[in-house]
């Protein structure tokens, strides 16, 4: 079965950066992409990008362009997502969420991963 | 700000029907995808594209679009249907995919 198991919480503090790990299990790592999506405590969802994990090409909201990275590595079945220089508020979950459709990206995300809390204090 | 509009909070009766919208410009070119998430969970998704449900969706929800509004409607709401519902789309540009700012479903 389908499986998206993230890294565990993580407090940081401003200025710092945060590298979240979604390992995938159960089928083609490659054959998917790859969406991180978070949510502040208390709001909404918000999407943050999504990587291609067969060629490794990224598309990010253009709120996170310039801090914001995503990579894989296909020998561990691997997404990561990093920010950086990180603020109060960018306190959240951050899940990552596979597409449901082969080598594409639409706006169906049918596997989550279990989400990891990243808290930014001084 | 979110280019796709949702109301904050919707209420239905046991067993009565509900359409939750979602307003955007994009809609008018794309569909739009919803999900559920309740209280300390990930969000499921419940339907996509046109109208589909993944499995194990139950049928009773359903999804619709007009102009720039998307609609999902739940046919006999029941008490598990209390949840946080979100639209998600594309926005304007096309490039990038844009969620709902949430609408919170209470089954009374």
């Known amino acids: 079965q389908v499986q998206l198991v993230q890294s565990g919480a993580e407090v940081k503090k401003p200025g710092a950066s945060v590298k979240v790990s979604c390992k995938a299990s159960g089928y083609t790592f490659t054959g998917y992409y790859m969406h991180w999506v978070r949510q502040a405590p208390g709001q909404g969802l918000e999407w943050m990008g999504w990587?291609?994990?067969?060629?490794?090409?990224?598309n990010y909201a253009q709120k996170f362009q310039g801090r914001v990275t995503m990579t894989r590595d296909t020998s561990i079945s691997t997404a990561y997502m990093e920010l950086s220089r990180l603020r109060s508020d960018d306190t959240a979950v951050y899940y990552c969420?596979?597409?449901?459709?082969?080598?594409?990206?639409?706006?169906?995300?049918?596997?989550w991963g279990q989400g990891t809390l990243v808290t930014v204090s001084s | 700000s979110s280019e796709l509009t949702q109301d904050p909070a919707v209420s239905v009766a046991l067993g009565q029907t509900v359409r939750i919208t979602c307003q955007g410009d994009s809609l008018r070119s794309y569909y739009a995808s919803w999900y559920q998430q309740k209280a300390g969970q990930a969000p499921v998704l419940v339907i996509y594209g046109k109208n589909n449900r993944p499995s194990g969706i139950p049928d009773r929800l359903s999804g619709s679009s007009s102009g720039n509004t998307a609609s999902l409607t739940i046919t006999g709401a029941q008490a598990e249907d209390e949840a946080d519902y979100y639209c998600n789309s594309r926005d304007s540009s096309g490039n990038h995919l844009v969620l709902g700012g949430g609408t919170k479903l209470t089954v009374l």
């Open positions: 969420a596979r597409d449901r459709f082969p080598v594409g990206a639409t706006t169906a995300a049918d596997y």
């Open positions: 990587i291609n994990p067969n060629s490794g090409g990224t």
